[in-house]
């Protein structure tokens, strides 16, 4: 029975060891994945090494007391590329920076339950507005202007109670602007130099995606 005994302390002993490893390294792994979707010239992403179990460490990278991703902020680093799905295991989020980015932004961001800040400004992202973002029920801050975005602004988007600044200027977006939810609040400043966009929504009179 000793050997059995003993055998069993130390399997205990390891998978005690292994489980917490395991939910941070999933971070970590997302990361990594981020970072083979990105240029990074003057390798300001060094340290962001996959042998290493905790991501907390790497430079750009900002964790909580729980040793979860809480803040990516990859601004002023010259780092280009695309945004992928990855990016939605990080489910601690709360802060997501400016960086050079092209491409669409992923829908998978809508999986970000914490996130408070999303600052994707000045980047060359395309496509439309995720409606995903609708379930970021804790955004408070959106800033999405000097992109190339296209479309209509989502009306989920209006669902956003904790929503306290909004910027969407200098896009192609089209339609019309919402007015409910926070959006009442939203001045046109934050709406700027879309040359398609028609103004306030007009209930009832024209579809909110008029001149789409």
Known sequence: MAPL??????????????????STNSEGNALHALRR???????????W???????????????????????LD???????????????QLQHLQELYKNNIRGKIPNELGNLKNLVGMDLYGNSFEGEIPKSFARLK????????????TGSIPRELTALSNLKVLDVSDNDLCGTIPVDGPFAMFSMPSYANNKRLNGPELKGLVPYDFGC
Do not use: K
């Open 49 to 71: 090494d996959p042998t290493l179990v905790n991501p907390c460490t790497w430079f750009h990278v900002t964790c909580d007391s729980t040793n979860h991703v809480i803040r």
């Open 138 to 149: 804790s955004l408070r801050f959106l800033r999405l202007n000097n992109n190339n975005l």
């Open 5 to 22: 005994s003993l055998f069993s302390l130390f399997l205990c002993c390891f998978l005690l060891l292994l489980s917490p490893a395991t």
């Open 37 to 47: 979707r990105l240029s990074d010239p003057t390798n300001v992403l060094q340290s």
């Open 74 to 88: 990859l601004g002023n680093s010259n780092v280009s590329g695309t945004l992928g799905p990855e990016l939605g």
